[in-house]
C-alpha cells in the first residue's frame, strides 16, 4: 500500500467512517454512483471502484442494477481498522528502510575507519622507534665551546647526536670532535626522557657543570 493512498481508498474509508457514524444505517441505499462522484468531485469510476472495496469487505452490496445497500456496520468498523493496522505495517517497513540505509552507511563508515587504521598502521612500521628531538643550547651553556668528546653527552643524559642544526647549514653524525656553538640545535636520540636529560644539561652554567662533567 502507498503512503500516499488511492482516491478511491480514500472515499471508501470516509463511506465507511458514515456508516460507523450512523449517517448511512443498515439497510440504507446510499445514492447512486453518479451523486457520490458529485459529492466527492471525482469520476464514477472512482466510485465504482470505492464501491468495489466496501463490497468485497462486506460493508455493502451491490445489485445489479448498481444499487448500494449498506449491510454492515461491523463490517465497516473492520475496514477500517484494517486499514489501521495497514498503514502501521507500511510505518514500521519505511522506519526499518531508514534503519537499514543508517545501518549501511555506518557499516561503511566502520569499514573505512578499519582501513584507515590498517594503512596508518602499516605506514608507521616503516618509522623509526627512535624520534630524534632537537634541543638548543643557550648562549650561557656550559656546553658552548665544547667538543662532544668532551661533554660526555651519553653518559650524562644517555642521548646520542646524530645531527647538530647551525643556522641553515645541517652536520650529519657530527664525530666527537665537533664543537658545539652557541644556538646550536643538537639533534638526538635516545630513551623517554631523552629532552628532559638534554635541557636539563643544556640549561647548566660553567659553574654548576663543573661538578657533573668531572664524573664522567
Not at 573505512?112 to 590498517?118: E, L, Y
Not at 668532551?150 to 657530527?174: C, D, F, Y
Request: charged fraction near 20%; aromatic fraction near 6%.
Amino acid at each position: 500500500m502507498s503512503v500516499n493512498m488511492s482516491m478511491y481508498h480514500s472515499i471508501a474509508l470516509d463511506i465507511a467512517q458514515r456508516i460507523i457514524n450512523d449517517e448511512f444505517p443498515v439497510g440504507t441505499k446510499v445514492s447512486g454512483r453518479t451523486l457520490l462522484a458529485s459529492h466527492y468531485n471525482v469520476s464514477s469510476e472512482t466510485i465504482r471502484k470505492a464501491v468495489s472495496l466496501l463490497k468485497d469487505a462486506n460493508v455493502v452490496s451491490v445489485s445489479q442494477g448498481k444499487e448500494v445497500v449498506v449491510i454492515s456496520v461491523a463490517e465497516a468498523y473492520h475496514f477500517i481498522e484494517h486499514h489501521k493496522s495497514m498503514q502501521s505495517v507500511y510505518s514500521l517497513k519505511q522506519e526499518l528502510e531508514v534503519l537499514l540505509a543508517e545501518k549501511q552507511a555506518t557499516d561503511r563508515r566502520f569499514e573505512q575507519i578499519i582501513n584507515d587504521i590498517i594503512g596508518y598502521s602499516d605506514r608507521l612500521k616503516n618509522l623509526t622507534p627512535y624520534n630524534p628531538i632537537e634541543v638548543k643550547a643557550p648562549e650561557n651553556s656550559h656546553v658552548v665551546g665544547k667538543t662532544i668528546a668532551q661533554l660526555k653527552l651519553w653518559q650524562h643524559t644517555g642521548a646520542t647526536v646524530v645531527a647538530i642544526r647551525r643556522g641553515t647549514e645541517i652536520i650529519i653524525s657530527p664525530g666527537p670532535l665537533a664543537a658545539i656553538q652557541a644556538n646550536d640545535r643538537i639533534v638526538v636520540v635516545g630513551k623517554d626522557d631523552v629532552l628532559q636529560q638534554m635541557t636539563s644539561f643544556l640549561n647548566k652554567s660553567n659553574e654548576t657543570a663543573e661538578k657533573d662533567l668531572s664524573f664522567g
